[in-house]
């Protein structure tokens, strides 16, 4: 029966085109331009300057166990406050030379430490930069970061929103956020409950930028630093990276695309180049089919219309996406309402198309069936 319905599919939607695609999907309704990732993290970076030999710099521990490293330079010795010395071993992880961080440097593992501020010394006899970078790490700590830029994918033009979630335990007045973009500007995100940030005083600071780029499809990546304390007083520092992308499309949807006569018509811009039209048909959550066709435009705008699969009949809302076959970028993508067959009943409807294609036979092909026991009749009709 499958294979009857498949194949009854594309024998009444084969005259609309070679590149016309379509089939049956399961599962959940994709998220119109994707669901962005959050990233988490419990540490941070602080710079030091080498002087006579020496690394200092001055950091908030937010914990008693924390996981310290000096990368690039190896330490002879290492002492926190001027006091308490710190074992230390060397440190060498080559991967981290393919995202170019030094893979070698020194490692400290930090015992019973009180949270606050602290010294950290270290003595680097024969150092080979003039400054340093110390990554401290603090997998107990309480305070996490939680970052996201969204929506994950956006045309140039578009507000990209920066959500720094650091959890209700951290002062909103004395924590301060700042998100540093590719041009080196930097915004600061804010817990105050005025737009974009939602809810004042909840640990969630927000802000926002315009998605830039002179590339038809680029990743772009905001830095995160963070440094405040709790409400009980505990100072922290926190870094972070959030990424989406960014497409600069050479054409767009002109206007709203509609339903008509059960096929889903999407108005393209004038444009140059080959791009495919996809729709996603789904009820409510679960996805139900999908129909797309690949077009090429000369410099001249046109409707593209795409038909309902059988498999969608019930759909109730669907999502429609331009894909720019040269990028890979996604020139647009919306959501639209349409109609709903609640009473579609799809073998039914197969049958039907069945009967409106059956063979008309002549009389004397009906008798030879009737005589040799092939029996088409009650199929056919006589001529």
């Known amino acids: 029966m499958k294979v009857i319905k498949i194949l009854a599919i594309v024998l009444f939607f084969s ?39 020496k690394v200092m710099v001055n950091v908030p521990l937010s914990s008693s166990n924390p996981l310290i490293v000096l990368l690039g330079e190896k330490a002879d010795s290492v002492y ?6 710190l074992k230390a071993r060397g440190f ?58 969204e929506p994950l994918s956006v045309r140039v033009g578009d507000s990209v929103t920066i959500k720094a979630d650091l959890g209700k335990d951290v002062s909103s007045i004395k924590t301060i956020v700042k998100a540093i973009v590719k041009s080196g500007d930097i915004v600061y995100l804010k817990d105050d409950g005025e737009y974009p940030d939602e809810v004042k005083g909840d640990g969630i600071f927000t802000g926002s930028i315009i998605a830039d780029t002179d590339k038809p499809f680029q990743p772009e990546m905001v830095k995160v630093e963070v440094i405040g304390v709790t409400k009980e007083g505990v100072p922290f520092m926190r870094n972070g990276t959030a990424s989406f992308m960014v497409t600069n499309p050479t054409t767009f949807i002109d206007g709203d695309v509609v339903e008509a006569g059960g096929s889903i018509v999407v108005p393209l811009a004038a444009a140059e180049g080959r791009y495919r039209v996809e729709v996603i048909f789904g009820n409510e959550d679960n996805a139900l089919a999908y129909v797309r066709d690949d077009v090429v435009l000369n410099g001249n705008s046109k409707n593209i219309v795409l038909p309902r699969p059988v498999q969608a ?12 076959m040269d990028t890979l970028g996604v020139e647009a993508e919306t959501e639209i309402f349409i109609h709903q067959f609640k009473d579609f009943d799809e073998d039914r409807y197969l049958l039907k198309e069945k009967k409106m294609h059956k063979p008309i036979l002549p009389k004397s092909k009906i008798e030879a069936a009737k005589k040799y026991g092939d029996n088409p009749v009650e199929n056919s009709d006589v001529m």
């Open 15 to 53: 005259f609309l085109g070679f590149s016309l695609e379509m089939g049956e999907l399961s599962g959940n309704m994709p998220v119109v331009k994707g669901k962005a990732p959050v990233h988490k993290t419990k540490y941070f970076v602080a710079h030091g300057e080498v002087v006579n030999g």
């Open 80 to 85: 926190m406050d001027s006091v308490y010395k």
């Open 92 to 149: 060498h992880t080559p991967e981290l030379e393919n995202m170019e961080v030094p893979g070698v440097g020194t490692r400290v593992d930090g015992k019973n430490i009180n949270p606050g501020y602290h010294t950290i010394v270290f003595n680097v006899k024969s150092a080979k930069k003039s400054s340093v970078d110390v990554v401290i790490s603090e997998p107990d700590s309480p305070i996490e970061l939680k970052l996201v830029a």
């Open 313 to 324: 009949m019930a759909a109730n809302r669907a999502i429609v996406r331009v894909l720019n």
